[in-house]
């Protein structure tokens, strides 16, 4: 009977040495929010250009401006508020997600999106989804999110590309009243990068403790 115990013993430790990886087992998400150390307004069109836009680059409750035409009638449209060089460096593991986030205010709530991009050549042009938003402001103080912590904008950004110097946010408005003009704020864009970290030393730690919580007791130790 012992005899037998312990060969089976001895199979069940032979067996337990063969842990099975799990790679993506261990998956640690991370993430990184930086402002923008520039921000200027896009005059590559005819449409109105913002006012003091470099006030956006900290969060002091300072804010770029603008008053908008009625729609249908001279500038309605606002021309680019772009936002760049956030500084994103040494982000660790896999880009997964770009979430934006705009505070934002308006003296009615006939502000909409035109266009929410993102660049990477400071709004010179537009890569991926545009994800502006139907809904009109609030016609008050908020913030605003676009993208998010599994969404790449419907592109192949990477790291490298929330790096690059020319990584920008180019966001866009229109006055949706006809009768009169309004007036627009916007105080703040951050982006908050999403990434996933796979694997860790916490998974040798596992694979360690089972190991050695399948392993044959003595057998010799048995009536």
């Given amino acids: 009977m012992k005899a037998t115990l312990a060969i089976m013993m001895a199979l069940l430790l032979v067996m337990s040495s063969f842990v099975v990886p799990m790679n993506n087992s261990f998956a640690t998400p991370a993430s990184d929010t930086e402002l923008p150390t520039v921000a200027t307004s896009n005059d590559l069109s005819l449409n109105k250009n ?27 449209i606002s021309n680019y508020l772009v936002a760049k060089d956030f500084g994103f460096s040494g982000l660790t593991g896999t880009l997964v997600g770009i979430e934006v986030n705009i505070k934002r205010d308006a003296s009615d709530n006939s502000i909409k999106d035109f266009h929410v991009f993102l660049s990477t050549d400071n709004c010179a042009s537009t890569i991926g989804e545009d994800k502006k938003q139907t809904a009109a402001w609030g016609g008050g103080f908020e913030t605003k999110t676009y993208g998010g912590a599994a969404d790449l ?12 110097s ?3 946010v180019c966001y866009a ?5 006809r009768a009169r003009d ?7 864009i951050e982006v908050k990068a999403h990434t996933i970290v796979y694997g860790s030393a916490a998974q040798n730690d596992v694979q360690t403790s089972v190991k050695l919580a399948t392993s044959a ?6 009536a």
Wanted: hydrophobic share 35%.
């Fill in 166 to 168: 020319g990584f920008a």
């Fill in 153 to 164: 904008w419907g592109t192949g950004f990477t790291k490298t590309s929330l790096e690059t």
């Fill in 50 to 76: 913002w006012s003091n836009p470099e006030r956006i680059v900290s969060a002091n409750l300072q804010n770029a401006t603008i008053t908008l035409a009625p729609k249908g009638t001279g500038q309605y």
């Fill in 173 to 177: 408005i229109f006055n949706n009243d």
């Fill in 217 to 222: 007791p003595d057998v010799a130790t048995w």
């Fill in 182 to 188: 309004t007036t627009a704020k916007v105080y703040l």
